[in-house]
């Protein structure tokens, strides 16, 4: 009963009435310093925690899970994912490191000390980001919706839909995740883009441009779906890292108006 009605009191939260339509702050990523980063890494999910990035690199065969010296970008850890899975989105629960899989329905859970496989989670549909606010899990799917999970089971709670000025966002939009107080910050796809969300109304507040990270010259020598994808934040120094799919930069930014 008390988890229905956690249920009932999070779904009104989710989908509460609009009065007004919120206006969308702009803001970019003003950078504070740049890291080397691995461009064989095909990046899903990253985070900060303890002095180290830890990363989730995708594609078949390719897919493993990372812990990794910022200074350097070179891995101090790292555990190949068996080719039959497409590692995705990573989040740390406790001493856990959960990392989702594309779309075999599981998630792998490690002790984040020793990456040793601790337990295997089952879930419904495609995993693409993650993310832990201290007491819940969000996570993304390649649809319009975000999932509010258990920390501790995984189990489902709600789903709710993002929203951009009272419309639902595009399908295959919402991508890697970071939770930040009230807010999930999200990449958006094949874009320049990471939206900040509203983690209780769903509503984008703000849409951060990142498209003059990398000159034009960069982006040229990209390699095809090397796009912006990775967000982690410290909270020591309330900065962000962000970088992309196989980029060879990692930047320290915070987000400020243009």
């Known amino acids: 009963m008390r988890r229905i009605i956690l249920a009932i ?12 339509t919120q206006e969308i702050e702009r803001l ?15 990046t899903q999910g990253l985070l900060w925690h303890d002095g180290n990035l830890y990363e989730s690199t995708g ?5 493993t899970l990372r812990r990794v ?3 350097s970008g070179v891995p101090l850890e790292s555990l190949s994912i068996d080719e039959a899975y497409f590692a995705e989105g990573l989040e740390l629960v406790g001493d856990k490191l959960i990392q989702l899989t594309w779309q075999a329905g ?5 002790d984040v000390a020793s990456f040793d496989l601790v337990e295997i989670i089952e879930y419904e549909g495609e995993g693409w980001g993650l993310c832990y606010d201290g007491r819940y899990l969000f996570m ?3 649809s319009p919706y975000l999932s509010l999970r258990d920390a501790e089971t995984f189990d489902l709670i709600v789903r709710a839909a993002v929203t951009y000025q009272g419309t639902t966002v595009p399908h295959q939009l919402l991508n890697e995740l970071e939770c930040v107080g009230d807010d999930i910050y999200a990449n958006a796809w ?8 509203d983690k209780w109304t769903g509503d984008v507040t703000a849409v951060i441009d990142a498209s003059a990270l990398m000159t034009d010259a960069e982006k040229a020598d990209l390699a095809a779906g090397a796009v912006l994808n990775g967000i982690a934040w410290n909270p020591e120094s309330e900065t962000f890292f962000i970088t992309g799919k196989k980029w060879h930069k990692l930047f320290e930014v915070t987000f400020v108006s243009p």
């Open 9 to 20: 009191i999070v779904l009104l939260a989710f989908t509460s009435l609009r009065a007004q």
């Open 140 to 142: 993304s799917d390649g």
């Open 190 to 197: 094949n874009t320049d883009l990471i939206f900040r969300i």
């Open 28 to 42: 970019i990523p003003e950078v504070l310093n740049v890291y080397p980063h691995d461009d064989s890494a095909f």
């Open 106 to 110: 599981m998630a792998f859970v490690y």
């Open 69 to 71: 010296d910022i200074e």
């Open 59 to 63: 594609l078949y065969g390719e897919s």
